[in-house]
């Protein structure tokens, strides 16, 4: 039942993330929405789910955004390679490690962007446009990340609980 909630999830993600962008396509200041998701399955899910969600979700967005191959997937290994161990070091309540995690790997995310902008460039400049879009998607994030934390933990309260009462049934 986990995974079929996670995968539920990451579904629902990217295809409100892909409805959004095809519905507005000026919307530059939307953040990608799996973001937020990964981080909490680093914080609060088991490794395997982790996993899973990393290599589905980055496939899947890199299939349907037409972005440079693998980007995504790239950038959410990243996410979990950074973020892995950062219970053992923190000793926050969740909801505010989550809300600082989401700001920091939306930012690094349009790092890596950067970076893969930089690479293929012809000529290296910081674009004003491109940088105060990049502070609107943290903001954005920043914002809108303490709701996300709170849906996705009543989401997956009620996946354990419905999974833990089938497995009693047997």
Known sequence: MRFITCFAILIYLVACQTALKALFPNLVF???????F???LILLRSRIETWLAIIA???????????????????????FML???????????????FFIL?????FVE???????YLIQAPAW??????????????????VISPVIFVIFKKIF??????????????
Do not use: E, M
Request: proline share 4%; hydrophobic share 50%; net charge neutral.
């Open 125 to 142: 400049h910081l674009s004003p446009h491109a940088f105060s879009v990049a502070l609107t998607q943290v903001f954005l994030a920043g």
């Open 57 to 79: 979700g980055g496939i899947g967005v890199n299939v349907l955004s037409g972005a440079p191959l693998g980007i995504y997937l790239i950038t959410y290994i990243w996410l």
């Open 30 to 36: 939307c953040f990608d929405l799996l973001v937020p």
């Open 157 to 170: 309260s009620v996946s354990d609980k419905l999974s833990f009462h089938y497995d009693q049934g047997r």
């Open 83 to 97: 973020f892995k161990n950062i219970k053992a070091y923190f000793h926050t309540p969740d909801s505010s490690l």
């Open 110 to 116: 349009q790092f890596i962007f950067g970076v893969f």
């Open 38 to 40: 990964i981080v909490f």
């Open 102 to 106: 989401v700001i920091i790997g939306v």
